[in-house]
């Protein structure tokens, strides 16, 4: 059995542990230069700006949007006359 009396281990003495970490790994490590794990670090260069969109993308991003826009009020307008017409919502007479 071992020491059960719960006192602690002798510390080591500072020669031998320097014996024990004599390998040089140690200090091979700290001589050489950091070697990083990502091969481009961040620059503080901003990118290049993108080019100007063309005229046909221009075009068709507005009419892209010109059209969700419309589809999605014509689907609105529909959803309202439906529910006037079944008398869900009270029509406004002026």
Known sequence: MGNLSGASA????PSEHAELSLDGSEEQFWNE????????????????PRPEP??????GATL???????GTAALLGFETVSAVRAGAVPAVHQ
């Open 10 to 13: 002798p510390a080591l003495d």
């Open 33 to 48: 230069p950091p070697r990083y794990s990502v091969d481009q670090l961040c620059s503080i260069v901003p990118p290049a």
């Open 54 to 59: 063309t005229r046909l993308r221009r075009l």
């Open 64 to 70: 892209l949007f010109f059209a969700v826009f419309c």
